[in-house]
């Protein structure tokens, strides 16, 4: 049996990802996470007092993770390519990580300060890319806005199996709603 010793909010919240990656967002419940790192349930208390912080906490690693790749597979780009590369890159990330990409949706709360730290930044590298082509500030906002709402709709969309019709790839009508955004 894992001893209390060896735990940490690391593993803990590792441990609930692969649940959740595995199954779907309710997989990690604390009964589970405990059987899988095999301790007691009232163990994880030590680290997280309920569902909500545990949830909040997976969502602050996702949006760091989200960060991070989004750093590493728009370097280089600017202007409107590096926007629509990003745009893709979060779409991709947001699909090949579905099951938390809904978690983090349904546990944002953008109160939180680490939480908020991460979209300021995501924000941050959009409006780089955008003051090659366009200075407005309420254009780049209503831009900002649009590609998030693009994203985040595709990621939903996809998980209900909406995008499922041989009329038009999902790839295709992502990419042609992505440049009317930006027209």
């Known amino acids: ?25 309710d997989a990690a419940t604390f009964s589970n996470i405990a059987k899988k ?16 912080e545990l949830n909040s906490a997976i969502t602050q690693d996702y949006l760091k993770s989200l960060t ?29 990580n579905l099951s938390l990409s809904l978690l983090a949706i349904k546990s944002s709360d953008l109160t939180n300060k680490e939480y908020f730290k991460y979209i300021i ?3 941050s590298m959009m409006k780089r890319f955008m003051n090659v082509f366009i200075q407005d500030n309420a254009k780049q906002m209503t831009i900002t806005r649009g590609i998030r709402g693009l994203v985040i709709g595709e990621v939903v969309s996809e998980s209900v199996g909406l995008f499922h019709n041989p009329l038009i790839k999902n790839t295709i009508s992502f990419e042609e709603n992505l440049y009317k955004i930006l027209s």
């Open 1 to 25: 049996m894992t001893q209390k010793r060896d735990l940490s909010a690391e593993k803990i919240i590792q441990t609930a990802k692969d649940l959740i990656l595995n199954g779907n967002a």
């Open 37 to 52: 790192l095999d301790c007691k349930t009232q163990a994880l208390y030590f680290y997280f007092k309920n569902r909500y």
């Open 68 to 96: 991070e790749t989004l750093k590493d597979e728009c370097l280089g780009y600017s202007g409107k390519e590096g926007l629509v590369k990003m745009a893709k890159v979060m779409r991709e990330f947001g699909l090949e």
């Open 121 to 123: 930044e995501i924000n």
